[in-house]
Structure formats: structure tokens, C-alpha cells
């Protein structure tokens, strides 16, 4: 694959980032909390969190698949918004892409499903605030991104932050991609076209849940039988 531009590390761009612990899993794979080394010598003493995601370039079909990922990299570090977890570099490694993320001190969404009691208008800003975000990356064209409650953030003030890394990144959403995502926040068309009405319907079901306080369907519907005769194709 060829490197495109924004990178910027050639040889053992793995060994610049000191991995702590694993946050949670994305449909990627595991998001790991992480010290950027080469930031951190030029800030000396000062330890820095960041947030590391990793890419599997097996995920990633082909150059002009990995070149339009990086340019949807590149537009979302164009991208402030109070809502969205900000992009701050991506390398190519030998097996995947690595991109630094700003970290939060938060819990996923996943965390208080069933957990906790939300009251009503708590639910409905946690709702805005990531429809918010979705507005934001759909206006510049990243649709869609795979939504579902691992990818929100919650604050300990209330505020949501989104995880903007997901399948949506790539051309072909091919079925494979869809192994880290919990079928009930799939779009019944999710497996022949996305479109941003796919982050509308999960975001439903995840309104839905948060007023039942519990997963909204068992993962056997509909979905998960048309995914599941796909893989077995």
C-alpha cells in the first residue's frame, strides 16, 4: 500500500506509542489509552494520555480504498467540534493504520445501559448532543460511521463526545466490517447501501434503550440472519 500524504513516521511507527490499557472495542478492534512518545519528549517531564486506534489493513481493500481513507482522515482533522474526539495524526504501520486521538475522561454509553437510571431529560441531551455530531460529519461528507453506544462518550458533567473512527471511513462497507458492531443498530439496508439514515436508525435504537433501560431487541432478528447467511456464504 502506498503511504499517502499526512504521514509521517517510515520505520517502527508502532514502538513510538507506549500502550497502557484497552478502553474498549470498536468495530475496528480494541481502542487502547496510550502515551505518544515523541510528544512527550518534547513536552519533557509531562505525561500525556491520548487515545490510540488501530486499523487493520486487512480491513482495507486496496490502494484507492486506503487513499480515500486517509482523505476522510484528513477532512475530519479539519473538523473541530465540540461533540467529536479530535484527530491528531495518523501513521502507517506495517499491519495497520494508527491514528492519535484526544482521550477524555468518560465512559462509553454501553457503560450505563441498564446500569444506571437516566431521567428523561438527561436521555434527550445526550441524544441532541450526538445528533449534533452526526449533523457535523454528514455535512462534510463521512457517512456513515457505524453508531452505536461504544462509540459515544459520556462525561462526568453529561456531555457527549463521539468516537468518529468507523467503517463509514471506507468505500465498500463489505459484510465482514459489520463483526464489531451489535446487529440491532443496523439499518435494514446496511447490507446492501449506507447512508446517513443508517446513523439515524441507530441512533433511535439507542434512544429507545435508554428510555427501556434495557438492549431494545435480542441479537436473532432479521438482520443477524441475513448477516449470518452472508458470512457463511
Same mark, same amino acid.
Given at each position: 500500500?502506498?503511504?499517502?500524504?499526512? %504521514?509521517?513516521?517510515?520505520?517502527?511507527?508502532?514502538? +513510538?506509542?507506549?500502550?497502557?490499557?484497552?478502553?474498549?472495542?470498536?468495530?475496528?478492534?480494541?481502542?487502547?489509552? *496510550?502515551?505518544?512518545? %515523541?510528544?512527550?519528549?518534547?513536552?519533557?517531564?509531562?505525561?500525556?494520555?491520548?487515545?490510540?486506534? %488501530?486499523?487493520?489493513?486487512?480491513?482495507?481493500?486496496?490502494?484507492?480504498?486506503?487513499?480515500?481513507?486517509?482523505?476522510?482522515?484528513?477532512?475530519?482533522? #479539519?473538523?473541530?467540534?465540540?461533540?467529536?474526539? @479530535?484527530?491528531?495524526?495518523?501513521? !502507517?504501520?506495517?499491519?495497520?493504520?494508527?491514528?492519535?486521538? #484526544?482521550?477524555? #475522561? *468518560?465512559?462509553?454509553?454501553?457503560?450505563?445501559?441498564? +446500569?444506571?437510571?437516566?431521567?428523561?431529560?438527561?436521555?434527550?441531551?445526550?441524544?441532541?448532543?450526538?445528533? !449534533?455530531?452526526?449533523?457535523?460529519?454528514?455535512?462534510?461528507?463521512?457517512?456513515?460511521?457505524?453508531?452505536?453506544? #461504544?462509540?459515544?462518550?459520556?462525561? @462526568?458533567?453529561?456531555?457527549? =463526545?463521539?468516537?468518529?473512527?468507523?467503517?463509514?471511513?471506507? %468505500?465498500?462497507?463489505?459484510?465482514?466490517?459489520?463483526?464489531?458492531?451489535?446487529? +440491532?443498530?443496523?439499518?435494514?439496508?446496511? !447490507?446492501?447501501?449506507? !447512508?446517513?439514515?443508517?446513523?439515524?436508525?441507530?441512533?433511535?435504537?439507542?434512544?429507545?434503550?435508554?428510555?427501556?433501560? +434495557?438492549?431494545?431487541?435480542?441479537?436473532?432478528?432479521?438482520?443477524?440472519? =441475513?448477516?449470518?447467511?452472508?458470512?457463511?456464504?
Amino acid at each position: 500500500m502506498n503511504n499517502s500524504a499526512q %504521514k509521517n513516521e517510515t520505520t517502527q511507527p508502532e514502538s +513510538r506509542f507506549e500502550t497502557v490499557l484497552a478502553l474498549r472495542n470498536l468495530d475496528f478492534g480494541p481502542v487502547f489509552l *496510550a502515551y505518544d512518545l %515523541k510528544t512527550q519528549a518534547s513536552l519533557r517531564s509531562l505525561r500525556v494520555h491520548i487515545q490510540l486506534s %488501530k486499523v487493520p489493513h486487512d480491513l482495507i481493500h486496496g490502494d484507492s480504498e486506503l487513499a480515500l481513507f486517509n482523505q476522510n482522515i484528513a477532512t475530519l482533522r #479539519e473538523l473541530e467540534h465540540p461533540r467529536l474526539l @479530535r484527530i491528531f495524526e495518523s501513521i !502507517t504501520d506495517n499491519s495497520c493504520e494508527l491514528l492519535s486521538l #484526544e482521550h477524555i #475522561e *468518560a465512559v462509553p454509553l454501553s457503560a450505563l445501559l441498564g +446500569r444506571c437510571t437516566l431521567t428523561v431529560s438527561e436521555i434527550v441531551a445526550i441524544l441532541l448532543e450526538t445528533a !449534533t455530531a452526526l449533523e457535523a460529519l454528514h455535512k462534510i461528507g463521512v457517512v456513515p460511521f457505524g453508531l452505536f453506544p #461504544e462509540r459515544i462518550l459520556v462525561q @462526568r458533567c453529561g456531555s457527549v =463526545k463521539i468516537d468518529p473512527i468507523g467503517v463509514g471511513l471506507l %468505500k465498500n462497507v463489505s459484510v465482514d466490517r459489520f463483526k464489531g458492531i451489535p446487529h +440491532r443498530y443496523l439499518a435494514p439496508e446496511c !447490507t446492501d447501501e449506507l !447512508t446517513k439514515y443508517s446513523d439515524q436508525f441507530a441512533l433511535g435504537v439507542i434512544g429507545a434503550e435508554l428510555l427501556l433501560g +434495557r438492549s431494545l431487541v435480542p441479537e436473532r432478528g432479521l438482520i443477524s440472519r =441475513k448477516i449470518n447467511e452472508l458470512w457463511s456464504a
